[in-house]
């Protein structure tokens, strides 16, 4: 007798998809809390659905969770528009291990939820940064697009092609090993533990930039600052005034090998970069709280 395999429910069907829902929500929204709300929205509709006459799942799951996604952007858009201070997207956070993801693994992924990109993929209005995503991140075809966003295949493909073309302009791709990237993150956390402003200067392109998002709710540089010796003076000046118990603790940060600190209040910051040509060529630090809630390691 041949056993017959149980169908699945709604419930698990949906969260079989979950993460790939939340990976889209993610990198349109550039924030895991708004993220979870659109996925959130998704579950309440999909179950108010007959899901019996859904062929593929996925892809209404994912359609579904885009176009919130979407919605939600033009609004936050208008409130970034008046943020205080630059804007970061909030970091996805994880534990530095040797053991899996491999530093290839987390390289590939960096490539794809970096905050470097997704710092560029603000520069993009909402429709054209799902276009850009789903396209080229998520394999959807100009069909497919068309139908979610209602336009035509044709001014779908030159929308890709538009937003392709704004990010390769202003996001160069990784050309540094993942060994590479960490021996930097190693040189930098020395030459922070040791306060050296040479060695410092050693880990930095001459023309780097350094982004500070406190929000309006913690003390951060309210504009960029350029340039490796106001980056590297910069970041000695936060060591001269630190707080009680401040330390910097390795972590993942979108991907890649980054930094949170701490003091005695808990998580102060956390400090992602990009590297091109064996430097670091942008600094990100994370201060607004309300986008360092899911940070703390040690709990």
């Given at each position: 007798?041949?056993?017959?395999?149980?169908?699945?429910?709604?419930?698990?069907?949906?969260?079989?998809?979950?993460?790939?829902?939340?990976?889209?929500?993610y990198r349109i929204l550039g924030s895991a809390s708004d993220a979870e709300d659109a996925v959130q929205e998704a579950w309440l509709r999909w179950r108010g659905t007959d899901t019996a006459g859904i062929r593929n799942p996925e892809a209404w799951l994912v359609t579904a969770v885009a176009?919130?996604?979407?919605d939600q952007l033009r609004t936050a858009r208008a409130r970034r528009e008046t943020y205080v201070g630059p804007w970061l997207p909030e970091p996805i956070v994880t534990a530095a291990r040797e053991s899996?993801?491999?530093?290839?693994?987390?390289?590939?992924?960096?490539?794809?939820?970096?905050?470097?990109l997704l710092h560029v993929l603000e520069r993009l209005a909402p429709e054209e940064r799902a276009a850009f995503l789903l396209h080229d991140a998520f394999d959807y075809d100009y069909g497919?697009?068309?139908?979610?966003?209602?336009?035509?295949?044709?001014?779908?493909?030159?929308?890709?092609?538009?937003?392709?073309?704004?990010?390769?302009?202003?996001?160069?791709?990784f050309d540094t090993s993942a060994r590479e990237h960490a021996r930097l993150a190693a040189a930098f956390s020395?030459?922070?533990?040791?306060?050296?402003?040479?060695?410092?200067?050693?880990?930095?392109?001459?023309?780097?930039?350094?982004?500070?998002?406190?929000?309006?709710?913690?003390?951060a540089a309210?504009?960029?600052?350029?340039?490796?010796?106001?980056?590297?003076?910069?970041?000695?000046?936060?060591?001269?005034?630190?707080?009680?118990?401040?330390?910097?603790?390795?972590?993942?940060?979108?991907?890649?090998?980054?930094?949170?600190?701490?003091?005695?209040?808990?998580?102060?910051?956390?400090l992602g970069f990009a590297v091109i040509d064996?430097?670091?060529?942008?600094?990100?630090?994370?201060?607004?709280?309300?986008?360092?809630?899911?940070?703390d390691l040690r709990r």
């Open positions: 007798m041949t056993a017959t395999t149980k169908p699945a429910t709604p419930d698990e069907t949906f969260e079989r998809h979950r993460g790939r829902a939340f990976a889209v929500a176009r919130l996604a979407i899996e993801p491999t530093p290839e693994d987390r390289l590939a992924l960096a490539d794809d939820i970096s905050i470097a497919e697009l068309a139908a979610l966003l209602g336009k035509s295949e044709a001014a779908c493909r030159q929308t890709v092609s538009r937003a392709r073309r704004r990010v390769q302009e202003t996001h160069p791709r020395a030459a922070i533990s040791s306060a050296d402003p040479k060695a410092l200067l050693d880990c930095f392109t001459e023309d780097v930039v350094l982004l500070s998002d406190g929000g309006g709710k913690a003390l309210l504009n960029p600052i350029y340039g490796a010796d106001h980056v590297m003076r910069f970041l000695l000046g936060i060591l001269r005034k630190r707080p009680d118990g401040f330390r910097l603790e390795p972590a993942i940060v979108n991907g890649l090998p980054g930094f949170i600190a701490y003091d005695d209040t808990g998580v102060h910051s956390t064996g430097k670091i060529s942008a600094l990100y630090m994370m201060r607004n709280p309300d986008k360092l809630q899911r940070v």
